[in-house]
């Protein structure tokens, strides 16, 4: 595999990668800047390096045994990086917010997307977010979710500050498309407060009608359990709310008029594992865990498609 994007969450995805994978093999590490500090770890690591971009990438002597390319540079140059990777059989996940290719949340969609080429990681407020959303719309109907992200301004380099605006409408999308909400909002914010502070979201949720709140707290806690099975640190900062407003006491919204049924607030706080950035980079670690998560499973799977004459032959 090969990481292009030597910044904070090449970074972290090449030491996670590194420490943690049994599946998954560092190939290369791809920038633009050689003094970059993920350049310059990636060598002592004894990593094969290019500070030529994606061409340099294609002309690595060991590009040919490359099956999968992660993408952390910006959503600009993903899609000038996609162009020229599209026809060379390798996979690629996306860990932009580009959404060149359809959207992942391992623990919600992984299944449905494991013969795709480019799949899209959406962002890291989604990959904290979008699970609780597709909890509650497992047992109730979500009419509207809106995600606050705040994380420390020190873990956004300037790919990540480049990407505010696709930031928000990856996440809104995925809030639609993967949390099954009817329509979906995404704020991001970028905190400089010192000591850094660690990552937070916030999740609401309206469910309109009168829910079960037992189930929706317990598919709640249920898929966070899911969730901490590769972010550790992923945790409910405190107990779900639950909010009920009545015809007597409806809940006024200004694009839709008055709303009666519950509203379903989540607090949640990722700790990192301290790969790269120290603990408080929650957000790079939720990202890269998750990247992790799906090129694990897709190098198990097309392992054993290419082991099985049958299922190749199904294939073609
Ligand atoms: N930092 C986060 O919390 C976070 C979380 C999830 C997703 N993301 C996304 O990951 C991406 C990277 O974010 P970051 O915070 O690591 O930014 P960063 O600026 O630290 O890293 C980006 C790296 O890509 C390199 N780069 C830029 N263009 C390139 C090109 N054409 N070819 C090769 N390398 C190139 C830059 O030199 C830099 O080293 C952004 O799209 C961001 O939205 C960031």
């Known amino acids: 595999m090969a990481i292009i994007g030597s910044g904070n969450i090449g970074t972290d995805l090449m030491i996670k990668v590194m420490r943690g994978s049994t599946r998954l ?79 992942c949340i391992p623990v919600v969609n992984l299944e449905d997307h494991l013969d795709d080429s480019n799949l899209n990681m959406v962002t890291c407020g989604g990959q904290a977010t979008v699970p609780m959303v597709a909890a509650i719309s497992a047992v109730a109907p979500v009419r509207y979710a809106e995600i606050v992200s705040s994380v420390s301004s020190r873990s956004a380099g300037p790919g990540t500050r480049a990407n505010i605006d696709e930031f928000t409408e990856t996440t809104s999308q995925a809030l639609v498309d993967i949390g099954g909400a009817g ?46 099975g590769y972010v550790p640190g992923y945790q409910l900062k405190q107990a779900v709310q639950f909010e009920t407003f009545t015809e007597e006491n409806p809940l006024y919204l200004p694009e839709s008029g008055n709303f009666t049924g519950v509203r379903v607030t989540v607090m949640l706080e990722v700790t990192g594992a301290a790969h790269y950035l120290p603990a408080y980079a929650g957000n790079l670690d939720i990202m890269t865990s998750a990247a992790m998560a799906v090129a694990e499973r897709w190098a198990q799977h097309h392992s054993t498609t290419a082991e099985n004459p049958e299922l190749q032959e199904a294939r073609a």
């Open 25 to 103: 093999e560092m190939g290369a590490m791809v920038g633009i800047d050689p003094e970059s500090d993920g350049l310059r770890r990636a060598a002592k690591f004894g990593v094969a390096t290019t500070a030529e971009g994606i061409d340099g990438l294609l002309a690595l002597p060991n590009f040919k045994d490359i099956k999968i390319v992660f993408d952390a540079t910006s959503a600009g140059a993903h899609r000038a990086n996609w162009e020229k990777l599209k026809d060379t059989g390798v996979r690629v996940l996306d860990l932009t917010p580009a959404a060149v290719g359809p959207s």
């Open 183 to 228: 329509r979906g909002k995404a704020i991001m914010i970028l905190n400089p407060a010192e000591p850094p502070m660690l990552m937070r979201n916030t999740v609401y949720a309206l469910v309109e009608g009168d829910p079960d709140l037992g189930r929706i707290e317990s598919s709640i806690l249920e898929m966070a359990a899911k969730v901490q």
